[in-house]
């Protein structure tokens, strides 16, 4: 058949992972072409994920901050929020970044196809192009043939059957358009996507329910982390219902009624002008016709790969939320550079100690390789250390010393094999516990690192001093 492209490496996707590897791939002089069926690239983090959705949260963040400055004799009015410009700020910020990564292809002269690509065998793609503005889908089709391809189709929110279909009823991507201000809210899923969201509507003046199924919020996190969060928010949102699941959902004049099962179930439906579904994201796998391609794909829709991102077929590689847990750009990013990498030929592998989550609600929580409950769970003998934030001179003067740092060391060598932060800015203080881990540092180390005050980085310093049971006496 006829072919349009010809390409060394063609990567399907412009996610994190995507945009990641088809930049490496040029970067080691391969010729790539990139296809994204959206108009921009960046995938769901730039698009519909984490950058919009810090967006918000930092401006959140300083609406509250703003109204505990009365404890410090400062006064402000009451906030008058122009929701039209608010959703102006997050699309300019989403703006300026997939602007920058537009260049970054060109500067690259990687080849962008617009349009969905779906494998025809293991050498070529079929591409539906989109039309001008990106949005839908023409008929029109291009074949690019390839001689190495990375798949990187990403993930979607798992939807909820019994659900009907109404504008009120969002996703993520759906509570990021932020259309208006609901007065009620219902949260489905009290993992880190469905809190962020929580966080920055409550603080536009939502009152909000939350239903989790499981018996904690935050699921990952080591429970201490978690309860400092918890604690903090406790008059934050209306009920937080454990072990409780959103059972029916009926469409009615003033809203959407939602009925409930399980332990902290109330006894009448309840009813919302908005409710954010965030149980998860499923992978894309099985919408590439992966199979033509004879790439296997597992029944929930992952592709396995080995530690050079390879899948079963020797020249298709797969990365980021579509071949497994945890769904995180960061870990997308990595493993596309080692995809690029071992297209290119080169001896790389994905060998992580440790890849960071962070919930970046108020205040945010971050960890680290190993939690407490993993090494009981895996009967991994530790030791740990631990610094509250309530004798940090930074964290007190900051009027924000509820939370801690913990390191965990391996009882043994001693060297750290993971950490946790509940704090003010802890997602970018966790970032040192990373270099830690993979440099295998251990208490002594980390301890005697001269770190600066007053911070609360230096919070890291001190855990680790703890953990030595030397005196902390440095406020
Ligand atoms: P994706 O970002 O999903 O990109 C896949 C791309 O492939 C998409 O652009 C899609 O249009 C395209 N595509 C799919 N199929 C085809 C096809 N057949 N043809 C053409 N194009 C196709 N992670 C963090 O690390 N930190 C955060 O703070 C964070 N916050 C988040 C907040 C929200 C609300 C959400 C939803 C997610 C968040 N995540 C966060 C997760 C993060 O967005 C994902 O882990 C990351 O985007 C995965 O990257 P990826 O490259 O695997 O795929």
């Not at 994190?16 to 930049?23: K, N, Q, R, V």
């Not at 794909?297 to 079963?312: H, S, W």
């Not at 002594?444 to 310093?461: N, Q």
């Amino acid at each position: 058949g006829k072919v349009d492209h010809e390409c060394e490496v063609l990567v399907l996707g412009a996610g994190p992972g995507g945009y990641s590897a088809a930049f490496r791939s040029a970067d080691l002089g391969m010729n790539t072409v990139l296809v994204e069926r959206y108009p921009t690239l960046g995938g769901v983090c730039l698009n519909v994920g984490c950058i919009p959705s810090k967006a918000l949260l930092h401006t959140t963040s300083v609406m509250d901050e703003v109204k505990t400055m009365a404890k410090h004799g400062i006064t402000f009015g009451a906030p008058k929020i122009e929701i039209d410009q608010l959703r102006g700020y997050k699309e300019s910020v989403i703006a300026k970044l997939t602007g920058g990564l537009a260049g970054m292809a060109k500067a690259r002269k990687v080849k962008v196809v617009r349009g969905l690509g779906k494998f025809l065998d293991a050498n070529h793609v079929e591409v539906e192009l989109t039309d001008g503005t990106g949005q839908d889908l023409t008929g029109k089709k291009e074949v690019v043939r390839f001689q190495k391809a990375i798949i990187a189709a990403g993930s979607q929110p798992v939807k909820l059957p019994f659900l009907p279909e109404d504008p009120r009823i969002v996703d993520s991507t759906g509570a990021l358009l932020l259309k208006s201000i609901p007065k009620r809210m219902l949260v489905i899923g009290g993992g880190i996507i469905g809190l962020e969201m929580a966080t920055v509507y409550s603080t536009l003046g939502s009152r909000i329910d939350i239903a989790e199924m499981m018996d904690g919020l935050m699921a990952g996190a080591d429970r201490d982390l978690e309860k400092v969060w918890e604690k903090f928010n406790a008059g934050r949102f209306e009920k937080i219902m454990l072990k409780t699941r959103a059972a029916k959902a009926e469409v009615k004049p003033d809203g959407i009624q939602v009925s409930f099962e399980g332990e902290n179930a109330p006894a009448e439906p309840q009813t919302y002008d908005l409710v954010l579904v965030a149980v998860g994201r499923t992978p894309n796998g099985k919408k590439i016709d992966a199979g033509k391609a004879g790439v296997q794909v597992d029944e929930r829709g992952f592709i396995p790969v080995d530690k050079q991102m390879r899948t079963n077929v020797p020249n298709i590689f797969a990365i980021g939320d579509l071949v497994g847990q945890p769904m995180l750009a960061h870990k997308a990013v990595h493993e596309g550079h080692v995809a690029a990498e071992a297209a290119a030929g080169e001896k790389s592998y994905f060998d992580a100690k440790q890849i960071p989550s962070v919930a970046y609600t108020d205040p945010e929580v971050a960890w680290a390789g190993l939690t407490e409950e993993q090494c009981k769970a895996q009967g991994i003998a530790y030791e740990k250390g631990l610094f509250p934030w309530a004798a940090s001179g930074r964290a007190i003067a900051n009027g924000r010393d509820e939370g801690f740092t913990k390191l965990i060391f391996d009882a043994t060598t001693h060297r750290i094999i993971g950490g946790g932060i509940v704090g003010t800015h802890a997602g970018d203080l966790i970032g040192e516990v990373c270099l830690a881990i993979e440099m295998g540092a251990d208490a002594v180390d980390i301890g005697k690192t001269i770190h600066p005050h007053p911070t609360l980085g230096e919070s890291v310093g001190l855990a680790a001093e703890a953990a030595h049971g030397h005196c902390t006496d440095l406020p």
